[in-house]
């Protein structure tokens, strides 16, 4: 089978998150590896969600011109962390191999945190590690990408 590569541009909306985790568990529908849909529909949402809150901040002058701008982390009144629109979501498909990554504006490393039982944030990333069969972020020249594989059955 012929491998394929998807994209979609996931906005900077909480809304989005589900928007994305619909658009892979779709795309996986349309490749036949529908028994990955849990799992990477699950990573999809805490990448997403991970990028949104800790990207950055962009502002759009016009439709279509986005600005980057160092955004402001730990609002209450800006939940997504000033999130720039340019967060895009991969998932290739070369069997026996998905690779979903995350693309967002960021720089910064995402770093797992210790486990807070209590805390209703922190996790996400051990749900990547858990729910993958490795995952792992690289730069890039206008931010990173954070990634993980799965394999099909």
Same mark, same amino acid.
């Given at each position: 089978m012929q491998g394929h590569t998807v994209s979609f541009t996931v906005a900077p909306d909480p809304e989005s998150v589900t928007e994305a985790r619909h658009f892979a568990v779709s795309r996986l529908t349309e490749w036949g590896v529908t028994e990955l849909s849990d799992d990477v529909g699950l990573v999809v949402s805490e990448l997403v969600t991970n990028a949104l809150r800790h990207s950055g901040g962009a502002f759009r002058s016009r439709p279509g011109h986005d600005v980057h701008h160092e955004g402001v982390y730990d609002d209450p009144t800006d939940p997504l962390g000033s999130a720039p629109s340019a967060i895009r979501l991969r998932l290739g498909h070369q069997p026996p191999w998905l690779l979903c990554g995350i693309i967002d504006a960021s720089r910064a490393a995402p770093r797992r945190k210790e486990p807070d039982y209590i805390a209703e944030t922190g996790r996400g990333l051990h749900l990547v590690e858990s729910f993958? #069969? &490795? $995952? @792992? $972020? &690289?730069? %890039?020249?206008? @931010?990173? #990408? #954070?990634?993980? %594989?799965? &394999?099909?059955a």
């Open positions: 993958s #069969v &490795r $995952w @792992g $972020w &690289r730069s %890039l020249p206008h @931010g990173k #990408v #954070v990634w993980a %594989l799965f &394999r099909t």
